[in-house]
């Protein structure tokens, strides 16, 4: 079974602190690592996503950091904000057929930034 | 821009009734998906259907029918709910079969009693 295994659970940061959630998966056939972050009663919206030809990712205060040797990589959330405060799944697919796809997700970690 | 539209939002099944979740979106996406999301368990694919004509089991089909009807839409039946079946479902579109975004609905909350 494809897993990827995600932790905290849960985080608590101070406003302005670093937040970082680590993902770990074992298929070397996946070529593809998003993040998803949902706010409660909403679906999950694409955050950054990665490939592992880089090692690193940069949006904005989102980075995400790849170590394609350990089979992990990370998200970096820089200078937290209350706004931030959201579910954030890390993710990972293959293509493993003709026209097949499966997007794995992490169990999720619950973001708290307080003020 | 409705992107990917779910219905109904909320349902109440009595455990053995059946029904039937729509979805459908509007971006022209080849692959659709459902996912169900429990507690401390994340998102787990049920169904999924890469292009127009196809439909391929997830890691949780048992007890959930698929689908797709056209490019727009991909629905997920339940023929007999059990409580087992308790959780917010989510449909999902994207372009491409792999590696690119997944566009997500707003989700259906199904509880059966």
């Known amino acids: 079974q494809q897993q990827v295994k995600q932790s905290p659970q849960s985080l608590i940061v101070q406003k302005g602190g670093i937040s970082i959630i680590n993902c770990a998966y074992e298929?070397?056939?996946?070529?593809?690592f998003p993040w998803y972050q949902q706010f409660p009663g909403k679906g999950p919206a694409l955050l950054i996503a990665?490939?592992?030809?880089?090692s690193e990712k940069k949006e904005g205060r989102f980075t995400i950091s790849f170590n394609k040797s350990a089979k992990q990589f990370s998200l970096h959330i820089m200078d937290s904000q209350p706004g931030d405060s959201a579910t954030y799944f890390c993710?990972?697919?293959?293509?493993?057929?003709?026209?097949?796809?499966?997007?794995?997700f992490g169990k999720g970690t619950k973001l708290s930034v307080i003020p | 821009n409705a992107g990917v539209t779910q219905t109904p939002k909320f349902q109440v099944l009595k455990t053995g009734q059946s029904m039937t979740l729509q979805c459908a979106q509007d971006?022209?996406?080849?692959?659709m998906y459902w996912y169900r999301q429990d507690p401390g368990m994340g998102l787990r694919l049920i169904y999924y259907s890469a292009s127009e004509g196809t439909t391929d089991k997830g890691e949780v089909p048992n007890g959930y029918n698929v689908s797709r009807l056209n490019k727009r839409e991909f629905s997920l039946r339940l023929e007999s709910a059990a409580p087992s079946q308790t959780s917010v479902y989510f449909c999902?579109?994207?372009?491409?079969?792999?590696?690119?975004?997944?566009?997500f609905g707003q989700g259906t909350r199904l509880t059966v009693v």
């Open positions: 993710a990972a697919s293959a293509n493993s057929g003709a026209g097949s796809y499966q997007l794995t």
């Open positions: 999902a579109s994207s372009e491409t079969p792999g590696g690119t975004e997944a566009f």
């Open positions: 990665i490939r592992p030809d880089v």
């Open positions: 971006m022209n996406h080849n692959s």
């Open positions: 298929n070397t056939a996946f070529d593809y």
